[in-house]
């Protein structure tokens, strides 16, 4: 991975995470003995991504969550060059061996025989078919998926199948596959929501550091309107303290870009994500940083993690219900009368069968 993929600007900022976290799956610890000096990281080193091919038998996975809004998701790729460092699926990262700081970032895992499995899940004897979401983890669009197009050729199933796809990005990159969502779209097989945190580039380019900006979001919401492919905007994470104030402002410009639905979810620094993100606000907002964890904590009983189905991805208690009351308040103003459109399954076929029928 070369640094053509890095963001514009600074690339002193070309991590979310500034260490790798200790593996509690580990049985040793890593550790630096002196803060500067031969043990730092050079800065080469830093910039580079280690793309490492996977090949699981299965990729469709079943989502026990009753707080996600999708029943099965499919991951083309473990860890992500983004960096967010806010980002819920670090964790996961751990079972792999790596750690969910800097390993999430560099460490990637992509699944190259995803299309052939997803086509051997559809091709299943009675299979009924349940609307499908990429990603239910990492971003589908990341950096890598520009060389190795494996989402691509996702789509590229979902259509023959006329099987329904949901999509959540963060990636202005969905927009290469137009040719292939467009005609998903028509048969009403699929919508794409673009998450969007911040009209503050500066704090996007800090906390997101490898995303797509904001006005390039906006843009490829408009775009994807334009062609007729259902697009929303998902206002997450919601971070008190820090971006909590922007919601009506994001969720105009969302609107003002052709968005028909808005989503949101409230923070939660989980597992290894508590020491990254705390650790970033002491590097970025030093003077912020009590502030800011202490109102994430009031949104989930004190801690700073919460795994409470039904409440953990919005939080309860004051702070949680003034984000509640801010998101409704702007998504009855600027989204009144649009909705989102359900998938159409009646299109559901078996290219196969149909070929053996055929003879």
Not at 19 to 34: E, G, I
Not at 231 to 257: K, S
Not at 314 to 342: N, Y
């Amino acid at each position: 991975m070369d640094d053509k993929n890095l963001n514009n600007g600074d690339k002193k900022k070309m991590r979310g995470a500034g260490f790798n976290t200790h593996n509690p799956f580990a049985k040793q610890r890593l550790v630096q003995d002196f803060p500067e000096g031969l043990d730092e990281m050079p800065e080469l080193e830093k910039r580079l991504s280690h793309i490492h091919m996977e090949y699981p038998k299965t990729v469709v996975n079943k989502v026990d969550s009753p707080d996600v809004g999708m029943e099965f998701s499919l991951n083309p790729y473990q860890g992500c060059e983004h960096g967010c460092v806010y980002c819920y699926a670090r964790n996961s990262h751990t079972y792999w061996g790596y750690s969910a700081g800097l390993d999430f970032e560099q460490q990637i895992m992509a699944k190259p025989d995803a299309p052939k499995r997803l086509r051997e899940y559809l091709s299943r004897k009675n299979y009924v078919p349940k609307a499908i979401s990429l990603s239910g983890n990492t971003d589908c669009y990341q950096p890598i998926e520009r060389k190795l197009k494996i989402t691509r050729q996702l789509l590229e199933v979902f259509l023959e199948f006329r099987h329904p796809v949901g999509i959540i990005t963060k990636n202005s990159l969905v927009l290469r596959d137009l040719d292939l969502l467009k005609p998903l779209a028509e048969l009403g097989l699929t919508g794409v929501f673009v998450s969007i945190t911040s009209m503050d580039e500066a704090l996007r380019k800090s906390m997101e550091p490898r995303t797509s900006t904001t006005k390039n979001r906006l843009q490829t919401i408009r775009v994807l309107t334009e062609n007729g492919i259902p697009a929303g905007v998902m206002n997450a994470p919601i971070i008190p303290g820090l971006n909590m104030h922007e919601i009506p402002n994001i969720l105009e410009a969302a609107a003002e870009a052709g968005a028909l639905s808005a989503g949101y979810t409230m923070v939660r620094l989980n597992g290894q994500i508590g020491e990254i993100f705390s650790e970033w606000l002491e590097q970025e907002h030093p003077l912020k940083k009590n502030k800011i964890l202490n109102q994430i904590s009031q949104v989930h009983q004190g801690k700073l993690n919460d795994s409470r189905f039904g409440t953990r991805m919005k939080g309860d208690g004051p702070v949680a219900e003034i984000a509640k009351q801010l998101f409704t308040q702007s998504r009855d103003r600027f989204f009144e009368g649009r909705k989102w459109p359900e998938f159409n399954y009646s299109h559901f076929r078996n290219p196969e069968l149909t070929q053996i029928k055929l003879f």
